[in-house]
C-alpha cells in the first residue's frame, strides 16, 4: 500500500536552516508529482512546493528563495531544504502524492518544524 513517512524536522533559531525528507513506498515514485503542504497552529493548511516527475519544481511566494524541493528517485524521497527560516514557516510539515485528477491522495503523518524568534 501507499506510505509516505516524513522525518527531519525540529527546533531551529530564525535565520537557521533545516531539511525534512519524505520516504515513499509502494508506488512508482518517479512518476509522481510530489508535494509539501504545511499547517501552522490554528491555520489552514498551505501549499509550500511542487516538484513533477520531471524535476520541475513549484513554490509559493513566501518561501521563493529560501526553500528548495528535490527528488531522489533511487530512494524514492522527496526532501525540502529549508533556509533563512522564519517564526511564520513554524508549521506541521506534510508530504503529499498529486493524483492524476490533482487532488492529494495520500499524506504523511506530518513532521513539525518549530522557528523561535
Known amino acids: 500500500q501507499v506510505k509516505l513517512v516524513e522525518s527531519g524536522g525540529g527546533l531551529v533559531h530564525a535565520g537557521g536552516s533545516l531539511s525534512v525528507s519524505c520516504a515513499a513506498s509502494g508506488f512508482t515514485f518517479s512518476a509522481w508529482y510530489m508535494s509539501w503542504v504545511r499547517q501552522a497552529p490554528g491555520k489552514g493548511p498551505e501549499w509550500v512546493s511542487t516538484i513533477n516527475s520531471s524535476g520541475n519544481t513549484r513554490y509559493v511566494d513566501s518561501v521563493k528563495g529560501r526553500f528548495t524541493i528535490s527528488r531522489d528517485n533511487a530512494k524514492n524521497t522527496v526532501y525540502l531544504q529549508m533556509d533563512s527560516l522564519k517564526s511564520e514557516d513554524t508549521a506541521l510539515y506534510y508530504c503529499?502524492?498529486?493524483?492524476?485528477?490533482?487532488?492529494?491522495?495520500?499524506w504523511g503523518q506530518g513532521t513539525q518544524v518549530t522557528v523561535s524568534s
Open positions: 503529499a502524492r498529486l493524483g492524476s485528477d490533482y487532488e492529494y491522495d495520500y
